[in-house]
């Protein structure tokens, strides 16, 4: 007699000696007398209660199939750090299958999920669990024939659950619930999902957690889209029936540990031999199984018990009991300790987080090296702002030197205001336009060129355009402010209109501004001064002529020269006042602007070598620093919670 067939009477035994109650089910129950396969036979009234809900459970109950308990101290440790890993780490982490390892810690005998996944479709891994899970000592039992249903072209996936009476029940749009009466699912509390992954899936570029997190397909009939649901599972088995991912599955098998019992995705591939070798399938992350064999064993079995030599051979030949071993490996529930299936996803769930937050410091510093500039680019641009700085005082002293010898500058002599005091505020403008920095201007904008093109320059940071003003705050229950007339004109500040204006210059604008507001501040006052000295000039001289002649009229031995005399002193003092206030203005303009024009050249000098020594510098993500940081911290508690159970 093989192996296999003392377990079933212990679980048989097991079965009617203690009736099992699933936690998950514990709601309001009916009472109902059940019958089973064979004949008639009355059960305690708690039993028939726990089989009718679970006759009449849906997956809303699989979702929450852990019944809570009082934690011990260790594993409410590790439940107090998943939680933490839950609030600080969820950015990082899957939420399903974290979820699903703090409701494993915080039930009695937690349930074991596994998922068999098909990569050819639903019937090579309905007939997989057919065999896996039959008894041979019955006789084919409804729920077989319902999960190898030829004719069902349903393609949700199928939720096997243990149930005393196989029902199956299809109220659920993501998954077909089949209870089934397996003496594995009941001893080993299991729950195995039976799913086709997609067509389009490819599992050479898939990692082990795409497995380990099946996703369940429901189409929306009012907007046509397909809607995805994950379940999360602690082990999971890929199908193949043939050997063309058999080296990618192996890869992905791989990535978890390197133990056979305690990998969580194990593969299996269907050959079309008649029995395997010795030897093979022992190790390795690829178990080779010949299906057909394991349905013909049964088979055999079935029809007489006299043939159970064969059904041995034929049995172990098929490769299935090291399937099975896999499958309730660590599956048995421990008092004050985890089962190792929930050991290996916590430890998985940690590792996947070590392995985002070590992608993600390494994508930081990538960019980081990325946007950092060379020194050797710099040390190139500020000597390029070393030689234009030269270049523009030099440009400065000469500029103005040429300007102020010029044929059109001499044509502000005080002499010749009477004829050309109209002409003041065009030559003083001209001398600004011309020779006031106009090349320095348009060499800064070249070196704003290059020092941009490097990526120095970030985007441009505009200042608010309205600031508010503390006055203009309104208190509760205050009076408002009184109308004033500048509320009711519309004015834009001088930063809004030179913000207009100068916006979309991405060079330093301290030349142009600086030109523009010596335009506007002096030429103007120049131009009112000199036609006021001229009137003032013209005045005097009338009045100082008027006297001399009405002293030579009304006093006769005046003389021509004495009265003459008075019309000269007033017409020199005039003429004098005239001279000495116009060329003292013209000369301090001259000196203002020579020194506004080093002022400004100082000022963009230091603005151009502050871009190239600050610019380039990636801006610090400090928010994504400390949440990684607080992420490393909970997985660290994790990792110490374990320890402490393992020790």
Not at 258 to 282: C, F, T
Request: net charge neutral.
């Amino acid at each position: 007699m093989p192996p296999r067939l003392p377990l079933i009477d212990r679980a048989i035994t097991s079965v009617l000696r203690s009736p099992f109650i699933c936690p998950s089910c514990r709601q309001e129950l009916a009472y109902s007398s059940l019958s089973n396969s064979t004949g008639t036979q009355q059960y305690p009234k708690s039993r028939q209660r726990a089989a009718q809900s679970r006759a009449t459970s849906t997956i809303a109950s699989v979702t929450a199939v852990n019944a809570k308990r009082d934690i011990p101290p260790p594993l409410r440790r590790l439940r107090e750090s998943l939680k933490s890993l839950e609030n600080e780490a969820a950015v990082y982490v899957n939420t399903s299958q974290l979820q699903l390892a703090l409701r494993g810690v915080e039930s009695e005998n937690a349930v074991t999920r596994v998922a068999v996944l098909g990569l050819n479709g639903l019937n090579g891994v309905r007939r997989l669990a057919r065999v896996l899970l039959a008894d041979p000592l019955a006789p084919e039992s409804e729920w077989e024939r319902q999960l190898t249903d030829h004719d069902d072209k349903d393609e949700r996936a199928f939720l096997l659950r243990y149930g005393e009476q196989a029902k199956i029940d299809e109220r659920h749009p993501l998954v077909k619930t089949l209870s089934v009466p397996s003496s594995i699912l009941h001893t080993h509390n299991l729950e195995i999902l039976i799913q086709a992954t997609s067509s389009n899936s490819e599992p050479t570029k898939a990692r082990a957690t795409s497995f380990l997190v099946p996703e369940l397909e429901m189409a929306n009939s009012a907007s046509g889209r397909i809607a995805t649901v994950t379940y999360p599972v602690h082990k999971a088995l890929v199908y193949d029936e043939n050997f063309k991912n058999l080296a990618s599955i192996s890869t992905i098998a791989r990535e978890t540990v390197d133990n056979r019992e305690d990998h969580m995705v194990m593969g299996v591939i269907d050959g079309s031999w008649n029995a395997l070798q010795p030897g093979i399938g022992q190790d390795g992350p690829i178990i080779p199984v010949n299906l057909n064999l394991g349905e013909v064993a049964i088979e055999v079995f079935r029809k007489s018990l006299e043939r159970s030599m064969e059904y041995e051979h034929a049995w172990f030949d098929s490769g299935m009991p090291t399937l099975l071993t896999w499958l309730i490996a660590g599956t048995e529930a421990q008092p004050s300790a985890l089962k190792a299936p929930l050991r290996r996803l916590i430890q998985s769930i940690c590792e996947s987080l070590s392995r985002a937050l070590l992608k993600e410091e390494e994508s930081r510093l990538e960019q980081e090296r990325v946007a950092t500039i060379p020194v050797a680019t710099k040390s190139v641009l500020d000597q390029g702002i070393t030689i234009w700085a030269e270049n523009a005082h030099t440009e400065l002293r000469d500029g103005l030197n040429s300007a102020f010898n010029s044929k059109s500058w001499r044509k502000t002599k005080w002499w010749k205001l009477f004829w050309r005091v109209d002409d003041v505020g065009f030559i003083f403008s001209d001398v600004l336009q011309r020779a006031w920095l106009v090349e320095a201007e348009k060499e800064m904008i070249w070196i704003s060129g290059r020092i941009h093109q490097s990526g120095l320059l970030g985007p441009p940071k505009l200042r608010p355009r309205t600031v508010p003003d503390p006055e203009d705050e309104k208190r509760l229950g205050g009076h408002p402010p009184a109308p004033r007339i500048s509320d009711l004109v519309p004015q834009a500040s001088f930063f809004e209109r030179d913000e207009e204006k100068f916006v979309k210059h991405p060079w330093p604008q301290q030349i142009s501004r600086a030109r523009s507001a010596i335009s506007s501040l002096t030429i103007a006052p120049l131009q009112a001064l000199a036609q006021a000295l001229l009137l003032q000039t013209i005045s005097t001289s009338i009045l100082a002529s008027s006297l001399s002649a009405l002293l030579y009229i009304s006093i006769s031995t005046t003389s021509p020269y004495e009265s003459g005399a008075i019309a000269a002193v007033g017409i020199v003092y005039s003429l004098r006042r005239l001279q000495r206030r116009w060329e003292a203005a013209k000369g301090e303009w001259e000196f203002q602007i020579r020194e506004e024009g080093r002022r400004v050249l100082r000022n963009a000098e230091q603005v151009a070598r502050e871009a190239v020594r600050d610019g380039g510098r990636p801006e610090v993500d400090e928010v994504g620093i400390e949440a990684s940081i607080i992420a490393k911290e909970a997985v660290r508690r994790v990792r110490e919670a374990l320890e402490e159970l393992e020790s």
